[in-house]
Nanobody, 124 residues
Framework: QVQLVESGGGLVQAGGSLRLSCTAS????????VGWFRQAPGKEREGVAC?????YYPDSVKGRFTISRDNTKNTLYLQMNSLAPEDTAMYYC????????????????????WGQGTQVTVSS
């Protein structure tokens, strides 16, 4: 059974940093394209970082967010710096045998594995 578990979310002031982690069991990240998504209340889910043989980000987070993977720990990370209130959302990790789009979105069809999400709240 595949399980992805995120951690590291929380409340941070604007300008601060957080590092999200996503640890997998039943799946080896090394064989998958992986990504981070976020969804704020009333908004659509958006990809914020993607990693396959390269890294991809949307303009909204480029230069502030960094996705990385530690194959020895089978863990995916999202380092988030210079956080702003508009970054407030539930953040999810995902893995799929697919690829990334140039704007940082993991292609999740026809199938992807998802974590349960971790809340990030940025106060002004």
């Amino acid at each position: 059974q595949v399980q992805l578990v995120e951690s590291g979310g929380g409340l941070v002031q604007a300008g601060g940093s957080l590092r999200l982690s996503c640890t997998a069991s039943g799946l080896t990240f090394e064989g998958y394209a992986v990504g981070w998504f976020r969804q704020a209340p009333g908004k659509e889910r958006e990809g914020v970082a993607c990693l396959n043989w390269s890294t991809y980000y949307p303009d909204s987070v480029k230069g502030r967010f960094t996705i990385s993977r530690d194959n020895t720990k089978n863990t995916l990370y999202l380092q988030m710096n210079s956080l702003a209130p508009e970054d407030t959302a539930m953040y999810y990790c995902a893995a799929a045998r697919s690829r990334c789009t140039n704007n940082g979105t993991l292609i999740v069809r026809p199938q992807a594995y998802w974590g349960q999400g971790t809340q990030v709240t940025v106060s002004s």
